[in-house]
């Protein structure tokens, strides 16, 4: 297998770097030595995302970057992707005999990283979830019944899949410019989006609304840090009331800790590293 360059040149002195690592789920970019640390971009993201997390964590650590099949150019597969990917991904932490690692998902990677340590309690030390929620088709109405989610992902899923090109494009750079403040990580998120598999990020996009894992939460054992953002609501309800909804959707699993960020969109490692970098350092310690 050919070796790769490291996700973050300018910190390849501080790194051993490892062989790519080809799962027909996920792609896995291997980086340094140490105790592990998995990580897992979010919705059409490339495990690019993570390359500033990468040089803050990971001089002692061997770091897992992930990138979903069918995102940000990586072949698609057929069948329910999230399954697959919690699947596999438990198989590739005891195949490569990674004991229980630390796993940070952002967005759709936190939905898998949650579901993976509700899954798989045993399997995960510490959990960092970031701007992700147990049950994203719940967040104005609490009480929403499990038909009414899948009906609500169906209606988004079809949509997406029937935009034309030019539409579905458009569409994808309007969500990101509330996502991410800055024009330069605006484009680099949107080419993601465009590089990426439509059926596949349809089918991903009907999994993270259908499903409501606010009870299965209570099943993680792993201490877990939530890193929430609001600023890109601010004009339709106040701060408080967003960290409400965090808090109640986490209400079920023992001893979170929800911090929420005062200046950042959705891509937090974009929009205020210090702040994500600071927090996780303090969890970590």
């Given at each position: 297998?050919?070796?790769?360059?490291?996700?973050?040149?300018?910190?390849?002195?501080?790194?051993?770097?490892?062989?790519?690592?080809?799962?027909?789920?996920?792609?896995?970019?291997?980086?340094?030595?140490?105790?592990?640390?998995?990580?897992?971009?979010?919705l059409a993201s490339s495990g690019e995302v993570w390359q500033g997390t990468v040089r803050h964590l990971?001089?002692?650590?061997?770091?897992?970057?992930?990138?979903?099949?069918?995102?940000?150019?990586?072949?698609?597969?057929?069948?329910?992707?999230?399954?697959?990917?919690?699947?596999?991904?438990?198989?590739?932490?005891?195949?490569?005999?990674?004991?229980?690692?630390?796993?940070?998902?952002?967005?759709?990677?936190?939905?898998?990283?949650?579901?993976?340590?509700?899954?798989?309690?045993?399997?995960?030390?510490?959990?960092?979830?970031?701007?992700?929620?147990?049950?994203?088709?719940?967040?104005?109405?609490?009480?929403?019944?499990?038909?009414?989610?899948?009906?609500?992902?169906?209606?988004?899923?079809?949509?997406?899949?029937?935009?034309?090109?030019?539409?579905?494009?458009?569409?994808?750079?309007?969500?990101?410019?509330?996502?991410?403040?800055?024009?330069?990580?605006?484009?680099?998120?949107?080419?993601?989006?465009?590089?990426?598999?439509?059926?596949?990020?349809?089918?991903?996009?009907?999994?993270?609304?259908?499903?409501?894992?606010?009870?299965?939460?209570?099943?993680?054992?792993?201490?877990?840090?939530?890193?929430?953002?609001?600023?890109?609501?601010?004009?339709?309800?106040?701060?408080?009331?967003?960290?409400?909804?965090?808090?109640?959707?986490?209400?079920?699993?023992?001893?979170?800790?929800?911090?929420?960020?005062?200046?950042?969109?959705?891509?937090?490692?974009?929009?205020?590293?210090?702040?994500?970098?600071?927090?996780?350092?303090?969890?970590?310690?």
């Amino acid at each position: 297998m050919k070796r790769y360059r490291s996700i973050a040149a300018v910190a390849a002195a501080l790194f051993a770097t490892l062989p790519a690592h080809a799962v027909s789920a996920f792609k896995a970019d291997v980086t340094g030595s140490g105790p592990a640390v998995i990580l897992i971009p979010g919705l059409a993201s490339s495990g690019e995302v993570w390359q500033g997390t990468v040089r803050h964590l990971c001089g002692p650590r061997q770091c897992h970057v992930l990138t979903l099949a069918g995102f940000a150019g990586q072949p698609a597969i057929e069948g329910e992707l999230l399954p697959q990917v919690e699947r596999q991904l438990a198989d590739y932490i005891a195949t490569n005999k990674l004991g229980k690692p630390l796993v940070i998902g952002h967005s759709l990677g936190g939905f898998v990283a949650m579901k993976l340590a509700a899954s798989h309690p045993d399997l995960v030390s510490k959990l960092v979830i970031v701007d992700a929620l147990p049950a994203l088709g719940a967040t104005q109405v609490p009480g929403i019944t499990a038909d009414q989610l899948q009906q609500m992902a169906s209606a988004t899923r079809e949509r997406m899949l029937a935009s034309d090109d030019t539409s579905y494009a458009a569409s994808q750079r309007r969500a990101v410019m509330t996502m991410a403040s800055k024009p330069e990580d605006v484009d680099r998120i949107a080419g993601w989006g465009q590089r990426s598999d439509r059926k596949a990020v349809a089918g991903a996009m009907y999994a993270l609304m259908a499903e409501d894992l606010r009870n299965e939460v209570a099943r993680i054992k792993a201490p877990t840090l939530v890193l929430g953002t609001w600023v890109a609501y601010k004009d339709y309800a106040p701060r408080g009331a967003i960290e409400q909804v965090y808090k109640a959707q986490y209400a079920r699993l023992p001893g979170v800790r929800v911090e929420m960020a005062d200046t950042a969109r959705h891509f937090i490692m974009y929009d205020d590293p210090a702040w994500m970098y600071d927090r996780i350092d303090q969890f970590l310690k």
